[in-house]
C-alpha cells in the first residue's frame, strides 16, 4: 500500500508513478465487469441536465467567458478547495501556493486568446488568475479516461467518452476522490461555440476551463483528447521557468483545432504535427466509414497512430484509455482489456448511444 504523503506526490507529479504502483499487489478487485446485455442505463433525459451556454467568438477574449463563470464562483471555489486539500497532504500546503505563485508567474507564457480569457475570467469571479491557471493545468493532468470511437453497421460514427477523474488525480483517499469527482461534475457544462454569426462547433468542459474536453465540429469531425502520462512535466517544468515558445499548452489544443480545422484530414494533419508541450492521445472521428482514429502524440512526434480497419474483424472501433498500444496497462487501471471485451460483446450490430454507454 502506498501511504498517503506518496500517493499525493504521485499523483501530481506523475513521473515514475507508474512503475511505483505496478509493484502492489492486485486481488482481483480492479477486475472489469461488463454491463453489456444487462438493463439499459442510457437516460436520453440525463444529458439535458448539463447546462449549455453559448460562447461568442466574436466576442472579445476580455468578456466572452465571464457571463459562464461569475455564475459558478463558489463551484470553481469548492473546486480549487480540493486541490488545496490535496496537495495540502504533502508541506502542509505550503506547496498549493507555490503552484500558484509559479502558475502566477507562467500566466503571460500562455498563447493568446487564452491569456486574456485567464485575466479576464479572474477578474471577473474574484479567484486569482493564478488559481485558475493552476485549475486549467490539474484538468490538463487529469484526463484519466476511455475514448471511443465505433462504426454502426451503416458507416454511422459513434464517439463516445467518459472521465475517470480521481484515478490519478486524487489518489489518497476514496473520499477524496468522490470529492473531487463531485466538485468537477457540478462544473461540467456544454458549450456551443459561436463565430460570424454562426454555430462553429460544441465542447464539453468545467465551468472556468478555457479547453475542450470532448468536442464535435458539425459534418467534420469529433475529438476528445486522453491524457498519456509521464511525459508532460519534462517539457512543462522549462516552460514554467524560462516562459513561452512556439509550443501549445495541450489543454487549448483540442479547442485549436476544433476552431482551425475544416474537416477529419486536416484535423488529423493538425494534431499530428502541432508541437505540444506534452504527451497525449487524440482520439478523433470523422464523418465517412473507417474515419476514426488514434494519434499517440509526443511532444515532438507522433509516436502512433491506431485506424479503423474494415479487413480486421474488430477494426470497427478503435478505443484508447491511457496507456501506449505497445504496453500494459497498470493492473489495477485496466480499462482498456475490459474495454475491448466489452464492445466485442456489444458487437457491431449494437453500436448507438444506449449500446455505447452501457460499455
Ligand atoms: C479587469 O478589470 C479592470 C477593471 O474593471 C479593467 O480595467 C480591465 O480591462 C480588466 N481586464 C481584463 C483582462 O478583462
Ligand atoms: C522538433 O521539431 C522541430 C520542427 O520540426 C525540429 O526543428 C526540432 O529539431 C525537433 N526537436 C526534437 C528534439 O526532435
Ligand atoms: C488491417 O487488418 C488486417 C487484418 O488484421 C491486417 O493484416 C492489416 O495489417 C491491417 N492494416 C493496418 C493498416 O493496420
Not at 458507416?155 to 467518459?162: C, F, I, Q, S
Amino acid at each position: 500500500m502506498l501511504s498517503t504523503g506518496a500517493a499525493a506526490v504521485c499523483s501530481l507529479l506523475l513521473v515514475g508513478c507508474v512503475t511505483h504502483l505496478a509493484q502492489a499487489d492486485g486481488l482481483g478487485q480492479y477486475a472489469g465487469q461488463c454491463l453489456v446485455g444487462e438493463p439499459p442505463l442510457y437516460d436520453p433525459e440525463q444529458a439535458g441536465n448539463v447546462p449549455t451556454f453559448i460562447v461568442n467568438l466574436d466576442e472579445s477574449p476580455e468578456t466572452r467567458w465571464n457571463h459562464i463563470v461569475v455564475k459558478y464562483v463558489t463551484q470553481i471555489q469548492a473546486a480549487l478547495d480540493t486541490v488545496k486539500k490535496m496537495v495540502g497532504v504533502v508541506e502542509n500546503g505550503i506547496l498549493y501556493d507555490v503552484l500558484v505563485h509559479f502558475m502566477t508567474g507562467a500566466v503571460d507564457s500562455i498563447q493568446e486568446p487564452y491569456r486574456t480569457e485567464l485575466y479576464a475570467i479572474a477578474n471577473a469571479t474574484g479567484i486569482s488568475v493564478g488559481e485558475f491557471t493552476l485549475m486549467n493545468l490539474f484538468y490538463e493532468v487529469s484526463k484519466g479516461c476511455t475514448s471511443i470511437v465505433a462504426q454502426d453497421a451503416n458507416g454511422v460514427l459513434y464517439h463516445a467518452r467518459n472521465q475517470d477523474f480521481g484515478t490519478f488525480f486524487i489518489w489518497d483517499t476514496v473520499a477524496h476522490q468522490w470529492e473531487q469527482t463531485e466538485t468537477l461534475r457540478n462544473l461540467l457544462i456544454n458549450v456551443n461555440f459561436i463565430q460570424n454569426g454562426r454555430p462553429l462547433f460544441f465542447g464539453v468542459t468545467f465551468a472556468g476551463h478555457l479547453g475542450v474536453l470532448t468536442g464535435l465540429r458539425q459534418h467534420a469531425f469529433t475529438l476528445s483528447t486522453n491524457a498519456r502520462f509521464g511525459s508532460t512535466l519534462p517539457t512543462l517544468i522549462p516552460w514554467l521557468l524560462e516562459g513561452g515558445n512556439a509550443r501549445h499548452f495541450l489543454m487549448y489544443t483540442d479547442r485549436d483545432v476544433m476552431q482551425n480545422a475544416k474537416n477529419f484530414q486536416e484535423a488529423k494533419d493538425y494534431l499530428s504535427t502541432v508541437q505540444l508541450f506534452g504527451s497525449a492521445y487524440f482520439i478523433l472521428g470523422g464523418t465517412q466509414p473507417g474515419e476514426g482514429v488514434i494519434i499517440t502524440r509526443g511532444p515532438n512526434s507522433t509516436d502512433h497512430v491506431a485506424s479503423m480497419n474494415a479487413s480486421d474483424p474488430n477494426g470497427w472501433y478503435v478505443l484508447q484509455t491511457n496507456y501506449d498500444w505497445d504496453r500494459d496497462p497498470l493492473f489495477l487501471d485496466d480499462r482498456r482489456t475490459p474495454g475491448n471485451m466489452c464492445m466485442q460483446a456489444l458487437t457491431q450490430a449494437n453500436v448507438d448511444h444506449s449500446g455505447l454507454y452501457q460499455v
